[in-house]
């Protein structure tokens, strides 16, 4: 499997919210929190307000 480019990355927790990650790739967005190891998985298209964590059981973040 070739990795794809990564869209964007940044830092959370500036302005009061949790420490963590996030990287975003074609309509994907993926948080990781720092202080307890809890991730997050986005599709932006479809869920722009990010609600639904499509990862929620943790069987996807590790083909991201």
Do not use: S
């Not at 967005?29 to 609600?51: A, Q, S, T, V």
Request: avoid cysteine; aromatic fraction near 8%; proline fraction near 5%.
């Amino acid at each position: 499997v070739e990795a794809a480019p990564v869209d964007g990355v940044g830092a959370t927790g500036h302005q009061g919210g949790d420490p963590g990650a996030a990287v975003r790739l074609g309509d994907y967005k993926l948080i990781r929190f720092y202080e307890d190891d809890r991730r997050e998985l986005y599709n932006l298209r479809e869920d722009p307000g990010e609600k639904i964590d499509i990862d929620a059981d943790g069987n996807v973040v590790g083909l991201f």
